[in-house]
């Protein structure tokens, strides 16, 4: 998962950029990058951490140009965090090109292939954002007439992009004298919106992976970019789009309203926050469907992203909402940790129980979602320390029983607690005394009830369905053996994925 900007402005956008990467952290804390052009030459500059620790004033200085996009990255299936695989990525031929992507591409062996037999270009690094810069270059090199190009020449080759490229894909590029490029896979898996700021001085453009990004950064929401579509802002600001692929269909990831986007975006017409609230409301009328002499006493929400389901499930029961964790905002990223030991250390520095609100109650603790199930287990064992007379469990999200291959970084199909058991026995797993998981439908109804033109959902880690229709046992197989090769240190992504699902240092 990844956070992606483009901007065309009038006066210097290296503050802007920083700014907008700022607002988008939320969406990927292991590196950050920033590239501006400033006539014909791009100043780029990238490393692995949190926006504020990658960029000092010297380097952001050195990022002259009013038009520039920028990168912020968490590490995609099967990856390690590796310095050269901070985006934006540059090329220089035909044309100077940098680009930044948020999601995966599915097809990535057999496009790197063709890039050394066919296309005769060099991969410098494993990542598939590198292996789509190149096959962008490639197509505008096909498109391009003596070496010039024009706005239908630049949604040509995007087409080409489209027809060989298969997965999930939201790009910014920015081409050496020419503008801002931006497009999104024919799915619409992953989100990008386009904001307008009519200044004094001149329109200015910019596009995102969520609306909140526009509305900090003082610009107006124009609209979602279609599934499909490019947009091409040249360096005076001129708007303009095209739709490049054949047969584009919305299919939004649903966890990104679970989870990813902060609840103040506003995707595919999609309110984050009202999904949320509604996610609250259909999990209240599954208890009092199913458990209707329910003996809770409060519920608790496991911060951030639960807070307003957690809210909303306790208004429509009737049932007292505390907040019983206090999570503390000012611990790095335990992103090594060697044991079992170390992993509940690491939750208890994190999170911190407010005995008053558990001793002799039975509490009801609603999170997102569970996926390892590490760390719920142990937030569970927090609450029965502070004095909970009984434990039960809710997810916003159904089980996750399916790795993701678009995009986010998720665990083997071997280490998702809810492979191959029942809800009963991952409540056992986890030590609570019940545990509700929302129903699959109702998560498509809370989202769709947000906005009921959007009925069709990549929900492929709780239903195992891929929409491209490309993934195989196989290729599932293939990834997680790439995965478990990575040793120790895909060991540690993995169950760093469990806690920032709970506890991510996100502006949520």
């Given at each position: ?217 003082g610009f107006k929401f124009l609209r979602d970019i279609a599934p499909g579509e490019a947009v091409f802002i ?8 095209q739709q490049c692929a054949e047969h584009p269909r919305l299919n939004p990831c649903i966890f990104e309203y ?116 590490t760390t719920s287990r142990e937030i569970v064992q927090m609450a029965r320390d502070a004095g909970a007379r ?119």
């Open positions: 998962m990844c956070g992606i900007l483009g901007v065309v402005a009038n006066t210097p956008v290296n503050q802007l950029l920083y700014d907008g990467l700022q607002v988008l952290q939320h969406r990927g804390q292991d590196a950050a990058g920033i590239a501006t052009l400033e006539g014909r030459t791009f100043n780029l500059h990238k490393g692995n951490g949190l926006v504020r620790d990658v960029f000092r004033t010297r380097n952001m200085r050195a990022l002259k140009g009013n038009a520039g996009i920028a990168h912020v990255r968490y590490p995609t299936a099967g990856s390690a965090v590796d310095h050269n695989e901070a985006q934006p990525f540059y090329v220089n031929s035909p044309f100077g090109i940098v680009l930044g992507h948020n999601g995966n591409l599915t097809n990535t062996d057999e496009l790197r292939r063709a890039m050394y037999q066919q296309d005769l270009r060099h991969i410098n690094t494993g990542s598939d954002s590198e292996v789509l810069l190149n096959v962008l270059a490639h197509e505008l090199q096909e498109k391009a007439t003596g070496f010039k190009l024009d706005p239908q020449k630049i949604f040509a080759a995007v087409s080409g992009v489209h027809r060989r490229c298969q997965g999930a894909y939201a790009v910014v590029a920015m081409i050496a004298g020419y503008g801002l490029l931006a497009f999104r896979d024919p799915h619409g898996i992953r989100p990008l919106v386009v904001g307008r700021n009519p200044a004094a001085d001149g329109v200015e453009y910019l596009v995102a992976s969520e609306s909140v990004a526009l509305d900090t950064l040249d360096l005076e600001a001129n708007f303009h789009s679970v989870y990813f986007a902060r609840p103040d975006s506003v995707m595919d017409g999609i309110s984050v926050y009202a999904t949320r609230l509604f996610m609250g409301e259909y999990l209240a009328e599954k208890i009092r469907r199913e458990w209707p002499d329910h003996d809770i006493d409060v519920v608790i929400p496991i911060p951030d992203s639960s807070r307003p389901s957690a809210l909303q499930l306790a208004n429509h029961l009737g049932i007292p909402f505390r907040e019983g964790f206090v999570k503390n905002r000012y611990i790095g990223r335990t992103f090594i940790m060697p044991g079992q030991t170390m992993r509940k250390k690491s939750v208890r520095q994190k999170l911190n129980a407010i005995g008053i609100e558990f001793k002799d109650k039975n509490v009801l603790l609603v999170d997102d979602s569970i996926v390892r199930g009984k434990v039960f469990f809710a997810s916003a999200a159904p089980p996750v029983k399916f790795p993701n291959v678009y995009g986010i970084d998720m665990p083997t199909r071997q280490e998702l607690i809810a492979t191959g058991r029942s809800d009963e026995q991952i409540g056992q797993e986890i030590g609570a005394d019940r545990l509700i998981y929302q129903d699959l439908d109702d998560l498509k109804a809370a989202v769709s009830k947000a906005n009921p033109d959007v009925t069709v959902f990549d929900a492929s880690c709780f239903d195992g369905c891929y929409i491209t229709g490309d993934i195989t046992a196989e290729y599932l197989d293939h990834v997680e053996a790439a995965r478990n090769g990575h040793g120790k240190e895909a060991t540690t992504d993995d169950e760093q994925m469990e806690l920032d699902l709970v506890m991510s240092a996100s502006s949520m």
